[in-house]
């Protein structure tokens, strides 16, 4: 899985992570941001929310 914490270690104990970097991961882990990123590089994005949205559905289902 991509385990932006599992890769660090790697990198921390002096081995080549074979894959992204570990920050990569991160920012890829979290939709909204990678989503603020292609935005900000001028890539094209389809339709979505910006976030609020997801927020909003979450609370619900923690609710019930």
């Known amino acids: 899985a991509e385990n932006p914490e599992f890769a660090q270690a790697v990198e921390?104990?002096?081995l080549t992570f074979i894959g992204p970097?570990?920050?990569?991961?991160e920012l890829f882990g979290d939709k909204i941001k990678a989503r603020?990123?292609?935005?900000?590089c001028g890539?094209?994005?389809?339709?979505?929310?910006?976030?609020?949205?997801?927020?909003?559905i979450s609370l619900q289902v923690s609710i019930f």
């Open 36 to 40: 603020s990123l292609a935005v900000s």
């Open 43 to 56: 890539i094209p994005i389809t339709r979505g929310t910006n976030g609020q949205l997801f927020y909003y």
């Open 21 to 25: 970097a570990p920050i990569t991961l």
């Open 12 to 14: 921390d104990a002096g």
